[in-house]
């Protein structure tokens, strides 16, 4: 089943967000470093050629991601034009302290003492934003959570005379175009549960785990892997769990929720569910099936006319 996630508040939000655009001097956009290209919202990108801004990527949690893959994607972003990444936590105060640096070469204009560096951050939910904001701040403005759209607000704050920033509220967009990428984000919890049923995204999460990963689920459950798909590993989960519903069947939202919970808290190790060349490979296939697609029904209005 497709995933779309769009609340009624971030229409509000993504005005706001063009209109402060225009004060501003460089974004700051806060992906997830397990999933950087499906966590970048293509409204931001668009709200940024627009206003021909300049973007600090930042791939967050880059903790609970696989360095080789990191490494990948922190070359494909440094290769757009008007972009600078790096990857960092933003739960690290050292790591934190680097961002300001970072965003002053892509707005050499603001090198000085007349007008201070006008940062704004953006990005999908629960991605890390606002604890980014109060580690920058060294207070807290912005409320933190493990849940989607915590923010609805755009919050201002001042780091020191030369740096000011402002936090935006979480951005979905409208349509999400690939369906693999509504499952990573919502396997990351940048979507709310109300959208999503546990355990179809627990069987794709299993099944990425199954093709990159697979020793890390039998370090983690004890069963071995092979041999097996996503539904398969969610039921092994709750074998071996000993999860049940009343009756003895297997509690398999239980058994999906661990899953979810486990990758989501770093508990399988540094996992990255997408790279640029996984990337090219899933939009190749989406493109070829759309013209399989295309070809089909321009066969049939052709039988049909004959």
């Not at 007008?115 to 701040?137: D, E, F, Y």
Request: aromatic share 4%; with cysteine.
């Amino acid at each position: 089943m497709p995933i779309q996630w769009f609340p009624g508040h971030m229409t509000s939000a993504r005005k706001k967000a063009g209109d402060a655009m225009e004060s501003i001097d460089v974004v700051i956009e806060v992906l997830d470093a397990r999933l950087p290209q499906a966590s970048c919202n293509p409204m931001i990108a668009q709200l940024r050629a627009h206003r021909q801004r300049p973007c600090l990527k930042i791939l967050n949690k880059v903790d609970l991601a696989d360095p080789e893959a990191t490494a990948a994607w922190i070359e494909y972003f440094n290769a757009q034009p008007g972009v600078k990444a790096v990857a960092l936590s933003c739960k690290k105060a050292s790591d934190v302290a680097r961002v300001p640096k970072l965003c002053q070469p892509l707005a050499p204009h603001r090198n000085d003492n007349v007008k201070p560096l006008r940062m704004m951050i953006m990005g999908i939910p629960n991605v890390g934003k606002s604890t980014l904001m109060n580690a920058l701040l060294g207070r807290k403005l912005s409320a933190v959570g493990d849940e989607p759209a915590v923010t609805k607000s755009q919050v201002r704050g001042d780091i020191d005379l030369r740096h000011t920033l402002v936090d935006t509220p979480g951005m979905m967009w409208p349509k999400i175009q690939y369906d693999s990428d509504g499952y990573m984000l919502a396997a990351s919890h940048a979507i709310g549960r109300n959208a999503v049923i546990d355990e179809e995204v627990a069987c794709f999460l299993a099944d990425v785990l199954l093709e990159r990963y697979p020793q890390r689920l039998t370090e983690r459950y004890g069963f071995a892997a092979a041999g097996m798909d996503g539904i398969a590993v969610v039921e092994a989960i709750g074998k071996r769990r000993g999860f049940r519903v009343k009756g003895g069947g297997l509690d398999l939202e239980k058994a999906a929720l661990t899953l979810l919970q486990d990758y989501r808290d770093g508990r399988l190790g540094r996992i990255t569910l997408e790279t640029p060349a996984s990337r090219a490979r899933m939009i190749a296939a989406h493109e070829a099936r759309l013209q399989t697609g295309q070809d089909s029904a321009a066969q049939d209005e052709d039988d049909a006319a004959d």
